[in-house]
Nanobody, 126 residues
Framework: QVQLVESGGGSVQAGGSLRLSCAASGFIGISYCMGWFRQAPGKEREGVAVIDAVGRPTYADSVKGRFTISKDNAKNTLYLQMSSLQPEDTAMYYC????????????????????WGQGTQVTVSS
């Protein structure tokens, strides 16, 4: 059974940094892609950054140059280093995963991911 558990959210002031972590379990002997998505109140869930099975990242334009996604395969843990945070980054951040070497139909599409964590809140104040 696949399980994703996020941690690391919190409240920071604009310009600050946070690192999110997502511990994955249940992927035994198979390749998988993972990603970070976020959902602000009243808005649809959107892709933030994803990484395929061989470590190639894709970023939303809004976070390029500020966020870095990485994965520690030995620990089965996904990270999102967030810097220069802005109030518009305030959202619930979700970790997601799907089996396969890449998400060919659209790596940032919410519908492509089969497994989701419970979310961790990130709040950025001005």
């Amino acid at each position: 059974q696949v399980q994703l558990v996020e941690s690391g959210g919190g409240s920071v002031q604009a310009g600050g940094s946070l690192r999110l972590s997502c511990a994955a379990s249940g992927f035994i002997g198979i390749s998988y892609c993972m990603g970070w998505f976020r959902q602000a109140p009243g808005k649809e869930r959107e892709g933030v950054a994803v990484i395929d099975a061989v470590g190639r990242p894709t970023y939303a334009d809004s976070v390029k140059g500020r966020f870095t996604i990485s994965k520690d395969n030995a620990k089965n843990t996904l990270y999102l280093q967030m810097s220069s945070l802005q109030p518009e980054d305030t959202a619930m951040y979700y970790c997601a995963a799907v089996e396969g070497n890449e998400v060919g139909a659209g790596p940032m599409r919410v519908s492509e991911y089969h497994y989701w964590g419970q979310g961790t809140q990130v709040t950025v104040s001005s």
